[in-house]
């Protein structure tokens, strides 16, 4: 890349507040042709806001937009953003669940037209999908609402690749990995490796520091709204990525010896997952963390919502904290306190009625120990970044009085820095006796676990305590018969 | 790479999907389409058996005439609520409709087509409204029934006018072969099936009922989308209105105050949601007739019209009972 090429895009000195919240500050950035760009940092850093501004779904309070040399950001929308060439896949979905694959993409392609339109959207979207993601499956007339997420995830990116008479030229993709799986990921970097050689800018955001330096030209590193460091991916490393951002990199204190719990007591938890065959029960004792690993959708969360069901049903206490917060865990329209209180109403009783101080003071307590950013409780829970509304269901969970908390893939698109201070406390409600059940789909997880159980096909096929866990041993279980 | 890299288990998608899972998938969603018309095909059967008479071009032609304006409102229903709205006030606004037409349409030609015409204005204006100032179009529609009662009543405070020649004649055409009301009813759900489902633009304004946030974000425009579906609503509001009028010749300000849950209720029968954007014109239509046939076959077996509503909501819970059946088929099997 030559110094003298223009930018495609030019933020100087861009500006967003919501209300009192400073979301952007001064922030300075350039996007080249040609050129991946990375954008790291702490869920709330920013990241998004930026590339919402950038998209044109919101505007920047102050600060220049330049493109090709002409400030753009007064009256800059979705549709002067599409002019110049620049798609978003953002972090939520954004397809139309009712709607076929084919017809999502034409609400993308608006030339698309005349007689057999729908015919013309599926041949296009159908010749992306193949070149991104061969073997992907997906058939045009396919209603979105039909497809497994990962599938979704797939469309939504092919779909941002896909142009009818109009220039491509800039592709914005929020946490386009978080919910593929490491094959159809690789397939996605290496697409987008092909796409910048081909002349084209791509902005990445993951939390995975592994693609970031693999895929990326330069990397952006954001915290507290600010852009703190951008420099060459070559020159950092996972290490410097990590400092950059905030929060100490620590290496795992794998040296605390591993004491199985599982000894004369009964076990909590018995349970046959539901298409086992074999009879292997997964089984859980007081005070322990069970992980739950192998691939996505093999089973684990079935296996969490039967035995949801099951405790719920025979009148025993029981949690769990969702990983599709959207779907499964936020109350939309709650404040942070009563999403927090929702489990432990019963404790919360005065007379009939619910104790209003006694809710607050839940709620203030579990703000400190949880350390949920926020100036009051009372805001709607949406006014919290992804990670914090994830530990405000943290809280919900662990201030029920249940000793079983089930856990499922909890941590998808959190911080490195969030994840931590939520591992920390998993333990410190563990040795205090409370049993977790915890679906993950990151292997690092699985150090925290002190038992961990491998499904595949519904069924758990190995069964192994923490000193005999390694990624080797969980891979051969997840894989096995596509090796064999 | 010299980083360590977190490594991340995923289920690889594309080639993982069980081919039974999608075909269960695929048998719920037909016998879901299929389901308005069968319960259609099962009333007509049953009459028929009771009724050997009604299975002509006459019996037909009486027992589905006033099936044309209870389709054309639950057509107009549906396109509200293909963006998750509901419309309280289309059975006020249709005997509005009616009243205008029975009296101003037939001393003021002009007059009458300017207020109707102002009629479908208003219901974008609605639209506007409900959307620009984020207000639940129940209660806005809520509201709006009380103003086109009202509006009724002045026109035409006792029952009487007369509907204009015109219209009489045109609700009673003799068509060959098939019944003017069947052949009505398909044109329509052809043409409303056309428009919606096939078409560009109706892609998108079922889009907007499916996920408003992302259309916003693909820069549609949600409020020309809502301001066009309540148009059209108010549009197909009024056909149903003179429609109804030109079958009945007369006027009464409380005449399809029923039409605001049929409408709801032939929706829903012919396999719409309330949420989601998940509509059918076909099914909706099929919906109506289900429900104005409900009506003939109590009548055929001697059912006191005391017990009719009753057994009416026994048939609709019925067939919506056998709806959410097929549809926990259709979660996918673990």
Known sequence: MTVTQAALVDLKGVGKRFGAVRALNDVDLMFHSGE?????????AGKSTLMHILAGTLGADSGAVLMGGADVRSGYSVQVARQHGIRCVFQELSLCPNLTVAENTRLMCPGLRGFGWRCKAGALIVATLDSIFPGHGISPGDVVADLPIGQRQMVE????????????ALVILDEPTSSLDARVAEQLLRHVRRYVESGGCVVLISHILGEMLATCDRIAVMSDGCVVEVRAASAFTHASLVECMGTVSKPQDQA???ISRRNGQAPVVEQLPARQQNGQMVAAWPGEIVGLAGLAGQGQSQLLVQLLRERVASGQRVAMVAGDRQTDGVFSLWSIAENITISSLAALRHGVLIDPQAEQAMAAKWQQRMNIRTQDMNNPILSLSGGNQQKALFARALASDSELILMDDPMRGVDVGTKREVYAIIKEEAARGRTFIWYSTELEELNHCDHIYVFRNGQAVADMPRNELSEAQILRSSFQEEVA | MNAPQPMTLKKPAAPNVPGSATGAVNRARWLRNALPAISLVVLLVTIFIMQPRAMSYMGMNLMLNLAVPIALATIAQMLIIT????????????????????TLLNDHPLLGCLVLVGCIGVYALLGALIHSRRLPAIVVTLGMSFIWVGGAVLLLPAPGGSAPQWLQALVKIKTPVLPFAIVVCVVLAVAVHLFLMRSRFGVVLRGAGGNPLAMAKAGWSLLRIKVTLYALAGGFGVLSGLFLVGLTTSADANMALRYTLLSIAGVILGGGEFTGGRVSPVGAVLGALTLVLAGSLLSFIRISPDWQIGAQGAILILVLALRTAVNRLEVRPV
């Open chain 2, 83 to 102: 963006v998750n709205d509901l419309d309280l006030s289309l059975g006020s606004f249709i005997s509005f409709v009616a009243c205008v037409a029975a």
């Open chain 1, 157 to 168: 990116i092919a779909r941002a690749f896909t142009c009818v008479d109009e220039h491509l």
């Open chain 1, 36 to 44: 991946c760009l990375g954008l790291i940092g702490h869920n709330g």
């Open chain 1, 256 to 258: 605390q010896a591993f």
